[in-house]
């Protein structure tokens, strides 16, 4: 149970000023509609425009969807049949944090990562033509979100971390 002050320290004239989630699930593709449904509805209370919304939701959607065809080739289970040896299927962890009007989202797997990031987020290039992968994700996450960093390790996985500030046009368009 929370105390009342830190509740407070929350809230300031009813608007949150910090309020924290982390959810993890398989990595199937039907949890990419879960997923992106769940930060929606996490960012509601901040009153977000159905632009912002729909931004939010794509950029989750395209980082969710990476982890699991890429960074776990699109299976559910690992090679041993049991998500690498850990006795469970392969994880996608979803952790968002709101601090005042800013969004954080982190989209982490565990999977193969990637050998060179640079390369990896220039637009149209995919490692899965075959596919019918346009290589147009981390694009839109770049185009969508105000704040965009790749972390990775070939082997040991990937982590996604984009910001997108609530209530005004991108802090970084208007600075242009
Ligand atoms: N989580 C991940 N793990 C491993 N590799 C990744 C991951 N995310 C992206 N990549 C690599 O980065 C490349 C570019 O990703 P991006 O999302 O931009 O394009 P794509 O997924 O290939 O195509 P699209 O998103 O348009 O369907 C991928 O082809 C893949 O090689
Ligand atoms: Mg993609």
Redesign the pocket.
């Known amino acids: 149970m929370e105390t009342g002050q830190k509740t407070e320290s929350r809230m300031k004239n009813n608007v949150i000023q910090r309020n924290e989630m982390e959810i993890q699930f398989d990595a199937l593709s039907v949890n990419e509609a879960f997923a992106r449904v769940a930060v929606a509805a996490f960012v509601a209370p901040l009153n977000p425009t159905m632009e912002e919304i729909s931004d939010i939701k794509t950029a989750v959607s395209?980082?969710v969807?990476?982890?699991i065809?890429?960074?776990?080739d699109g299976q559910f289970a690992g090679e041993d049949g049991l998500g690498g040896g850990q006795g469970r299927a392969n994880q996608v962890f979803l952790h968002c944090l709101i601090d005042e009007d800013v969004l954080n989202v982190e989209i982490r797997?565990t999977?193969?990562?990637?050998e060179n990031i640079e390369q990896?987020?220039?637009?149209l290039?995919?490692?899965?033509?075959e596919?019918?992968?346009?290589?147009?994700?981390?694009?839109?996450?770049e185009a969508f979100m105000d704040d965009l960093e790749?972390v990775?390790q070939p082997g040991c996985?990937?982590v996604?971390l984009m910001k997108k500030k609530l209530g005004t046009t991108s802090w970084l368009r208007q600075e242009e």
């Not at 065809?69 to 776990?72: Q, T, V």
């Not at 999977?111 to 990637?114: D, E, N, Q, T």
């Not at 596919?131 to 994700?137: H, P, Q």
């Open positions: 395209e980082a969807t990476n982890a065809i890429h960074g776990y797997d999977g193969r990562g990637i990896a987020m220039e637009p290039f995919t490692t899965k033509p596919m019918d992968r346009s290589g147009m994700g981390f694009a839109f996450m790749v990775s996985g990937t996604v």
